[in-house]
């Protein structure tokens, strides 16, 4: 339990972070240090630098932007959980934050280590897809936008490269229509399966994020078909909802079955659709 030994430095701006990583071998970002630091104490992972960029003042904000709202990626999870400006403008964001583990894990977790970290039973995940987020990502080439249906790569794998570091989650405003549901396990609070929905009552359409029950969150795409056009009630939710898991190899593991996971998925979106729905 004791991490392999490693050089730390604590830059104080961005590009300095950037030099780093660009110039130290086998460097990492650290930000809020909940997944990196278990995982160099159980030694798979062995950085021989830790970047530490919580010092880095203008990696968190929370702000409105060019008509979107955006995020630094050194935003905590309670911080997003208690922002007064989420709440009246993309309420999602509020409401995933605070079904994270618990309160010591909101407030040390960032939304950029989460993402960038790309767990498969993360919370965040399931929201940046059905919000149609952008990532910002800067490294020694530049910067440049990730949309969040290229985010997720695979497995523990986000379209961030090694050399690079996310900066920026940029999502629209969105009306109230939104709901984040999730089957916990229990220990940890991590989603088996957490269902993010966002509805535009207006032109009868939804978008559908589905985090925990595949190897890598995913929009439930079949289930967007099938309630596009229709008005949202009790018959077309349940409907649609069936359709959550359709033509997704979903995880088999000791704390769910891939049956389990498939059925909590269908039950989840139903659950968020209804939810969603009703505000
Ligand atoms: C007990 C416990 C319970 C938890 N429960 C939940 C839960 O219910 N739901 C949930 O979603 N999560 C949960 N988590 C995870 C938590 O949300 C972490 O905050 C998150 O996984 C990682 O964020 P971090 O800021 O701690 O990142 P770190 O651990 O510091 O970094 C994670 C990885 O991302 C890289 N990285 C970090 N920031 C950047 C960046 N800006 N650019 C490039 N690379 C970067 C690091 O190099 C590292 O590889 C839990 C964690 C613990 C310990």
Redesign the pocket.
Known sequence: MIPATFDYIRPTTLDDAIIALATREDA????????????MKLRL?Q?KTVID?ARIAD?DYIREQDGKIVVG??T??YTIESSDLLAENCPLLPEVAA????V???N??????????A?P????PAAILALDAEMQ?AGANGRRTVASKDFFVEMMQSA?QPN????EIRVPATPRSVAYVKF??K?????IAGVAAVLDKARKAASVGV?GVAAKAYRATAVESALRGKTMNAESIREAASKASDDIETLNDIHASAEFRAHLAIVNTKRALELAASR
Not at 121 to 124: E, S, T, V
């Open positions: 990492k970002i650290l930000a809020g240090g909940h997944s990196l630091i278990p995982a992972a950085p960029i990696l990626s050194m905590t999870h079904q994270i583990g618990d010591q894990v909101r040390r977790g960032t939304i950029g280590g989460s993402l960038v970290h767990d039973a993360a919370d965040w990502i961030v690079e570091i996310l900066v916990a396990q220990a940890s609070g991590f989603a985090t």
